[in-house]
């Protein structure tokens, strides 16, 4: 496997159908000097992973139009395996996370997002 450069930065992908959250997840990332790109939709989401090798990480609300986060993660892991995709929702209760590992999903984060808690997991899926 390749090292990455040092000025390289590290592509993450927010699916974020909410305008506000995904402010407050880009201005959080921004401060590590992240590329951020932006999905509205589940399968923006998957069109972007497929289109776009370079994503290294995908933030995946759960509750979005047209094609929901845990759909999404589906797909997209079906053609990237060893993409890491972190959960942002609201909408899951402690019950839930072991249906959104068997989903696909690497972890997860819940709303409202701490900023603490969304940097430690970035770090853990950053290498």
Same mark, same amino acid.
């Given at each position: ?7 390289? #930065?590290? &592509?993450?992908? /927010? ?7 995904? $402010?407050?997840?880009? @201005? ?7 590329? /951020? /790109?932006?999905? *509205? ?9 497929? +289109?776009?090798?370079? !994503?290294? $990480? ?12 845990? %759909? +999404? @993660?589906?797909? *997209? ?5 060893? $993409?890491?995709? !972190?959960? &942002?929702? +609201? ?6 996370? +072991?249906?959104? !590992? ?14 603490? /808690?969304?940097? %430690? ?5 950053? #290498?």
């Amino acid at each position: 496997m390749k090292e990455p450069l040092m000025n390289d #930065k590290i &592509v993450i992908l /927010i699916a974020e159908d909410d305008e506000f959250n995904l $402010l407050y997840l880009n @201005t959080i990332l921004q401060e590590k000097d992240y590329k /951020i /790109i932006s999905a *509205i939709n589940g399968k923006e989401a998957v069109d972007l992973c497929r +289109a776009h090798s370079e !994503i290294s $990480l995908v933030l995946m609300d759960i509750k979005m139009p047209i094609m929901n986060g845990i %759909e +999404a @993660t589906r797909e *997209i892991k079906s053609f990237r395996q060893k $993409l890491p995709i !972190i959960a &942002v929702s +609201a909408y899951c209760l402690d019950d839930d996370k +072991a249906g959104l !590992i068997d989903a696909g999903f690497d972890d997860f984060v819940f709303k409202p997002v701490s900023k603490n /808690i969304l940097m %430690e997991k970035v770090s853990e899926y950053e #290498k």
